[in-house]
Protein backbone atom coordinates (compact mmCIF):
# COMPACT_ATOMS: atom_id res chain seq x y z
CA UNK A 1 0.00 0.00 0.00
CA UNK A 2 1.41 3.56 -0.40
CA UNK A 3 0.75 6.63 1.35
CA UNK A 4 -3.40 7.86 1.17
CA UNK A 5 -4.24 4.69 -0.58
CA UNK A 6 -7.52 2.65 1.14
CA UNK A 7 -7.71 -1.32 0.95
CA UNK A 8 -10.18 -3.47 2.04
CA UNK A 9 -8.89 -6.46 4.14
CA UNK A 10 -10.66 -9.26 4.77
CA UNK A 11 -9.91 -11.26 7.68
CA UNK A 12 -10.60 -15.16 7.19
CA UNK A 13 -10.32 -16.23 10.87
CA UNK A 14 -13.69 -14.02 11.86
CA UNK A 15 -14.63 -13.03 8.29
CA UNK A 16 -15.13 -9.05 8.68
CA UNK A 17 -14.10 -6.73 6.33
CA UNK A 18 -11.61 -3.75 7.52
CA UNK A 19 -10.81 -0.58 5.52
CA UNK A 20 -7.06 0.72 6.30
CA UNK A 21 -5.92 3.79 5.40
CA UNK A 22 -2.29 4.24 5.15
CA UNK A 23 -0.01 7.71 6.51
CA UNK A 24 2.32 8.85 6.38
CA UNK A 25 1.86 10.21 10.15
CA UNK A 26 3.18 8.01 13.05
CA UNK A 27 2.15 9.60 16.30
CA UNK A 28 4.37 9.07 19.00
CA UNK A 29 4.82 9.93 22.88
CA UNK A 30 8.41 10.59 23.70
CA UNK A 31 9.30 9.89 27.42
CA UNK A 32 9.89 13.84 28.51
CA UNK A 33 6.51 14.47 27.66
CA UNK A 34 5.78 13.03 31.02
CA UNK A 35 8.72 14.09 32.99
CA UNK A 36 7.68 15.05 36.27
CA UNK A 37 9.56 15.73 39.59
CA UNK A 38 9.98 12.21 41.49
CA UNK A 39 8.42 10.22 38.84
CA UNK A 40 10.46 7.68 36.05
CA UNK A 41 9.56 9.27 33.23
CA UNK A 42 10.86 6.10 30.86
CA UNK A 43 8.31 3.97 33.56
CA UNK A 44 5.31 6.77 33.46
CA UNK A 45 5.41 6.76 29.58
CA UNK A 46 5.51 2.73 29.29
CA UNK A 47 2.27 3.27 31.70
CA UNK A 48 0.51 6.08 30.30
CA UNK A 49 1.68 6.28 26.83
CA UNK A 50 -0.66 3.27 25.59
CA UNK A 51 -3.76 3.96 27.66
CA UNK A 52 -3.90 7.39 26.01
CA UNK A 53 -3.80 5.66 22.56
CA UNK A 54 -0.09 6.22 21.32
CA UNK A 55 1.10 2.86 19.70
CA UNK A 56 5.12 4.20 19.08
CA UNK A 57 7.12 6.14 21.85
CA UNK A 58 10.53 7.93 22.21
CA UNK A 59 12.91 8.12 24.87
CA UNK A 60 15.01 11.13 25.75
CA UNK A 61 16.19 12.49 29.06
CA UNK A 62 19.88 11.82 31.13
CA UNK A 63 20.46 8.52 30.89
CA UNK A 64 20.02 8.41 26.71
CA UNK A 65 21.87 12.17 25.87
CA UNK A 66 24.26 11.60 28.91
CA UNK A 67 27.49 10.85 26.56
CA UNK A 68 28.96 7.18 27.22
CA UNK A 69 25.86 6.41 29.26
CA UNK A 70 23.88 4.56 26.15
CA UNK A 71 25.91 1.64 26.08
CA UNK A 72 25.10 0.68 29.79
CA UNK A 73 21.48 1.21 29.20
CA UNK A 74 19.23 -2.70 29.04
CA UNK A 75 17.75 -1.95 25.91
CA UNK A 76 16.16 -6.01 26.16
CA UNK A 77 14.49 -4.73 29.25
CA UNK A 78 13.37 -1.71 27.80
CA UNK A 79 12.50 -3.57 24.82
CA UNK A 80 10.00 -6.05 26.92
CA UNK A 81 8.77 -3.25 29.25
CA UNK A 82 7.33 -1.53 26.04
CA UNK A 83 5.87 -4.85 24.61
CA UNK A 84 4.58 -5.90 27.55
CA UNK A 85 2.56 -2.29 27.80
CA UNK A 86 1.02 -2.54 24.48
CA UNK A 87 3.24 -0.52 22.46
CA UNK A 88 4.51 -1.52 18.88
CA UNK A 89 7.87 0.13 17.79
CA UNK A 90 9.63 3.14 19.02
CA UNK A 91 10.69 6.17 16.85
CA UNK A 92 13.55 8.14 18.33
CA UNK A 93 16.44 8.24 20.41
CA UNK A 94 17.69 11.77 21.95
CA UNK A 95 21.06 12.00 22.04
CA UNK A 96 23.37 14.65 23.18
CA UNK A 97 24.26 17.20 21.22
CA UNK A 98 27.51 17.56 18.76
CA UNK A 99 30.90 19.40 20.39
CA UNK A 100 31.27 22.33 18.51
CA UNK A 101 34.58 23.86 19.69
CA UNK A 102 36.43 22.56 15.90
CA UNK A 103 35.37 20.18 13.60
CA UNK A 104 38.03 18.12 14.67
CA UNK A 105 36.80 18.13 18.15
CA UNK A 106 32.82 17.39 16.66
CA UNK A 107 34.40 14.46 14.53
CA UNK A 108 35.96 12.21 17.72
CA UNK A 109 33.19 13.46 19.94
CA UNK A 110 31.13 11.53 17.18
CA UNK A 111 33.60 8.91 16.48
CA UNK A 112 33.86 8.49 20.75
CA UNK A 113 30.83 9.01 22.51
CA UNK A 114 27.98 9.70 20.34
CA UNK A 115 28.28 6.39 18.85
CA UNK A 116 26.82 5.11 22.07
CA UNK A 117 23.56 6.51 21.16
CA UNK A 118 23.62 4.74 17.44
CA UNK A 119 24.48 1.23 19.19
CA UNK A 120 21.37 1.72 21.54
CA UNK A 121 19.08 2.64 19.08
CA UNK A 122 20.19 -0.24 17.16
CA UNK A 123 19.32 -2.12 20.12
CA UNK A 124 16.10 -0.79 20.61
CA UNK A 125 14.81 -1.32 17.10
CA UNK A 126 15.08 2.10 16.74
CA UNK A 127 15.04 3.85 13.24
CA UNK A 128 16.17 7.90 14.63
CA UNK A 129 18.46 9.67 16.28
CA UNK A 130 17.81 12.89 17.30
CA UNK A 131 20.57 15.35 18.13
CA UNK A 132 22.13 19.00 17.62
CA UNK A 133 25.04 20.84 17.60
CA UNK A 134 25.98 23.38 20.49
CA UNK A 135 26.28 27.27 20.10
CA UNK A 136 27.50 28.10 16.73
CA UNK A 137 31.14 28.90 16.10
CA UNK A 138 31.32 31.67 13.72
CA UNK A 139 34.50 31.32 13.08
CA UNK A 140 33.34 27.69 11.38
CA UNK A 141 30.59 28.94 9.53
CA UNK A 142 31.91 31.91 7.56
CA UNK A 143 30.51 32.44 4.61
CA UNK A 144 26.65 31.31 5.57
CA UNK A 145 24.21 34.15 5.44
CA UNK A 146 20.51 34.05 5.75
CA UNK A 147 18.47 33.37 2.55
CA UNK A 148 15.11 34.85 2.19
CA UNK A 149 12.33 33.77 4.32
CA UNK A 150 14.67 32.00 6.94
CA UNK A 151 16.52 29.54 4.55
CA UNK A 152 20.10 29.65 4.63
CA UNK A 153 22.14 30.35 1.79
CA UNK A 154 26.19 30.42 1.03
CA UNK A 155 27.92 33.29 -0.22
Not at 97 to 102: E, N
Request: net charge positive; hydrophobic share 40%; charged share 20%.
Amino acid sequence: MRQGESHTLCNPTILTRVKVTVSRFILSCTACALRAPGKDELLETLKHAPVAGFKYWGVAGPPFWTPGVPQWIDADKINKLARDAGLEGMTEVYAAGIVTDSPQAAEAYVRNRLVHSFHLAERLHCPLVVFSGGKRQVRWTRGVNRGGQGTPSVD
